[in-house]
């Protein structure tokens, strides 16, 4: 598969908003993360595989990135042809301290994406890995039913 046309990533954690309401009074117990995942228009090759099925990557969620890229992160409901009324929205990024060596700088949610995802940049451009915290919220029709995290990482070659 080609390259996308841009260095700009494009990060979707995807939610299976039906099996993760089952942790909704413990979201920080570890089989959350068997109902999420992350996918981006920037995939290496040597990075873990991570797929709905497959296993690989599951502990990491490692993102591939780009020197100078604009950067967003979006939330989408697994099964929207079954649950139309469900949907997930990104409501925090958290860059742990000193474990950002890449350089990531959010933007301000009143100036930029506003309620429904979070937008920022790669503002350094050394080779690493970040780690950081993606909270987020599911919500079934007008109702938030539950708030949850994970923490992935960005990487920089």
Known sequence: MPRPDTTDALIVLYVDTVGIQQYID???????????????NWTDSDSP????????????????????????????AQDI???????????GIEMYPNQDPIGITLRNRETGSGNTHIDGFVSGGNKG??????????????QIVGDFYVDP?????
């Open 49 to 76: 595989n991570q797929t709905l099925t497959g296993q690989g990557g599951k502990t990491t969620f490692q993102t591939d990135i780009q020197r100078n890229s604009q950067l967003a992160w979006m939330g989408a």
């Open 153 to 157: 990482q960005l990487r920089m070659k």
């Open 129 to 142: 890995i970040t780690s950081y915290k993606i909270n987020f919220s599911v919500g079934v029709a007008d």
């Open 81 to 91: 042809a079954n649950n139309q009324d469900h949907y997930v929205l990104i409501t």
């Open 26 to 40: 413990n979201p920080a117990d570890p089989k959350v993360l068997e109902h999420v995942f992350i996918s981006s």
